[in-house]
């Protein structure tokens, strides 16, 4: 995700960030990391239909609806365009499939992009969860490429633009998924 694309306020990428971060970690049943020596280099989160939740926090809860209600005035036309885009575009999909659960987060530390790392994580969910069907949402501002290169099938793509703070953003949103 490159928040930066979006706002170069250093507040608002560290809310945003942060919002994102406990929001996706707050809904995930698996949380895999990879490491090199000590250091996190990868992190992928998923949501799946049936298991514990991974992460359970008070404060993250609190965290979040209190980022949500800032965000709801700081980029009115923003943030509930792309929501509403995934939902509409997630609601056609379950009409004809019955998913599995979500992939919320995959990331690679800038520095460790294709070295492997981002396939060793979706590698790991897929042993973990082998033969169920999962979904996910990006976007034209992310890698999405990554994604075509595995095996996904894109099942949705809209066109939108957010307004966020006089700036008018055009962005596809996509909708990938995979039977592991």
Known sequence: ???????DKPDEINLYSKYFWYMELSRSTQ???AYEGDDPVGVLLADMKGEKKAYTSVRAKIFIKT???LMAVMFRGGANTYSETNESMLSEFIKNNHPDG????????PGHNGK???????????EREKGKQIYLFTDSGCTYQFYDKRGFTKEAERDIVL???EKKIPLKCFLYSKIL
């Open 31 to 33: 949380i895999i990391a």
């Open 102 to 109: 979500e992939m919320g987060f995959l990331a690679v530390e």
């Open 1 to 7: 995700m490159g928040v930066r694309n979006y706002t």
């Open 116 to 126: 492997g790392i981002g396939t060793i994580l979706l590698n790991e969910l897929a």
């Open 67 to 69: 980022a949500e209600l």
């Open 163 to 165: 307004n966020l703070h």
